[in-house]
């Protein structure tokens, strides 16, 4: 069983920064990729990005690339999202999720984090 517990959502202003972190529990983290997506009110949950599981490869969605940067730290069981030059088109529930298997079939996942943007 693993536990994903996401933190550092808020409200920021267009143009600003934040931090998310996704803490897992378990002590095989660096054997899982892990991802985080993000769902809008009223929109389907989307792919956002995807590390490996030393961290060497990083995967993200072309809405997001070069705005933002998926990192881990496996010693303390934590991804990262750091998001950078933020949109109001990025409000939206932030989720981190553990791919087990890496077969890009996500077997857990956190109770998420809201982000929002004002304009």
């Known amino acids: 069983q693993v536990q994903l517990v996401e933190s550092g959502g808020g409200l920021v202003q267009a143009g600003g920064s934040l931090r998310l972190s996704c803490a897992a529990s378990?002590?095989?983290?660096?054997?899982?990729?892990m991802a985080w997506f993000r769902q809008a009110a009223g929109r389907e949950r989307e792919f956002v990005g995807r590390?490996?599981?030393?961290?060497?490869?990083?995967y993200y969605a072309a809405s997001v690339k070069g705005r933002f940067t998926i990192s881990r730290d496996n010693a303390k069981n934590t991804v990262y999202l750091q998001m950078n030059s933020l949109k109001p088109e990025d409000t939206a529930v932030y989720y981190c999720?553990?791919?087990?298997?890496?077969?890009?079939?996500?077997?857990?996942w956190g109770q998420g984090t809201q982000v929002t943007v004002s304009s």
């Open positions: 999720a553990a791919d087990l298997l890496e077969d890009y079939t996500y077997d857990y």
């Open positions: 590390i490996s599981r030393r961290g060497g490869e990083t």
């Open positions: 378990g002590r095989t983290f660096s054997s899982y990729y």
